[in-house]
């Protein structure tokens, strides 16, 4: 089926890596970043080159393109999704991705930065790939494998199915979204547009994993407001609220509680954004669980936190606003059971055994499923994301393409 195939996701990857589609937190533009129409415009005018026709890339940086249907039969129209964007925790500016060919399980030292290492050791997965190709960066930026190996692989399979018109397959929707990585993915999808019943999301790391299950997520922004005054005078009068922010930091557990110190199916709170002057200081928290009502005990354990170090400072007061942000896509993936059935047969298929795992973050996926298209998540390959150690193995990124053709089969054999 594959045999005589020659498979180009990889080559493709190292394209769109090197257009910086980095997002912005701070933005209020939707995308954040006018540089993710870069990669998006390509895209497009690649999926019109192999004669997708309805291949369009609207105003709010979303792709949407169309694979017709080529059987009789009435199959449920599914989407595959990834994002064009890279995260802002690490520079995606000016990526230099660099090939390792045939590699022997040697550590790999970036050229550009030699402190930076990636070993065998820290990453016992790249053992899997000895032999083969592995991407990395050059030591100065991130890779960008979150996503755009995602979005490579669907390009690939694109190019599989049209130039494969055996394989028999229902309409396939394609859609590429921007701002993933600051979690507003989803905040301008046209769901009547696209059209499709149920989603992939590929967005996921090691070869064989199938993730139905995420983090339940909510944001919480805590402002204290002081007591200015006059340094000089400020005796008895001045309450900073620089100050009581720090206190409220130094409060918080130190071996639980929070992203290092938790791991498997534990929650946490954890602090990632702090600013403010002396009068008004405020500090931005992001809170996961797996569990709804655990997530609302973090909550409330926080707000406990901020309120006992208020009382020390009668003079300040303090707003807690709670934001939601996502849920966990499992309650609604255990409502359709077949979609993730599938998905496990088209990895097998593809020569793999399953592994069931929830993901410790979110996706689209997640709120696309409570928007009313369940959507589990698929893997890609992608290692260390977000990090200049960031990697990716050829072969995983091929193997993924593979499952997707399958997973297009079995959908509508069985309809």
Known sequence: MFNNYRF?????????????????????????????????????EELLAINITDAHLDEWGYVYATIPSNTTKEVPVICFCSHVDTAPDCSGENVKP???SNY????????????????????????????????T????????????????????????????????????????TPDEEIGQGTAKIDLVKLGASVAYTLDGGESGTLEDETFSADGVSITVHGVIAHPGYAKDKLVNALKIVGEILAALPKDNMSPETTEKRQGFFHPVHIQGIAE????????????????AEHTAQLKSIAEEVMKQHPLATMEFEVREQYRNMRFILDQ???????????????????????????????????MGLPCPNIFTGM??????????????????????VHLAQIWEEKA
């Open 98 to 100: 660099i090939v390792h």
């Open 280 to 295: 008004k200081a405020s500090v931005s928290f992001i809170i996961r669980d797996f569990d709804n009502n655990l997530l």
């Open 336 to 370: 359709h059971p077949h979609i993730t059935i599938y998905a496990a047969e088209a990895y097998q298929r593809a020569g793999l055994t399953v592994v069931k795992e929830p993901i410790r973050g979110g996706t689209d996926g997640s709120r696309l499923s409570y």
């Open 137 to 176: 960066a050059s030591g100065l930026t991130l890779l960008g494998a979150d996503d755009k190996s995602g979005v490579a692989e669907i390009m690939d399979l694109a190019n599989y199915l049209i130039t494969h018109p055996e394989i028999k397959h229902g309409t396939i929707k394609l859609l590429f």
């Open 8 to 44: 180009t996701a990889a080559e493709r990857f190292l394209q769109y890596v090197q257009v910086d589609t980095q997002s912005d937190p701070h933005s209020t533009e939707h995308p954040s970043t006018q540089k993710q129409f870069n990669l998006s415009k390509i895209l497009v």
């Open 383 to 404: 290692q260390a994301i977000h990090s200049k150690k960031e990697w990716i193995g050829v072969k995983d990124m091929d193997k993924a393409v593979q499952v997707l």
């Open 104 to 135: 022997q399980g040697q550590d790999i030292m970036l050229p550009d930065d030699n402190s930076i290492v990636i070993t065998a050791n820290d990453y016992p997965y790249l053992k899997e790939h000895i032999g083969h190709s592995v991407i």
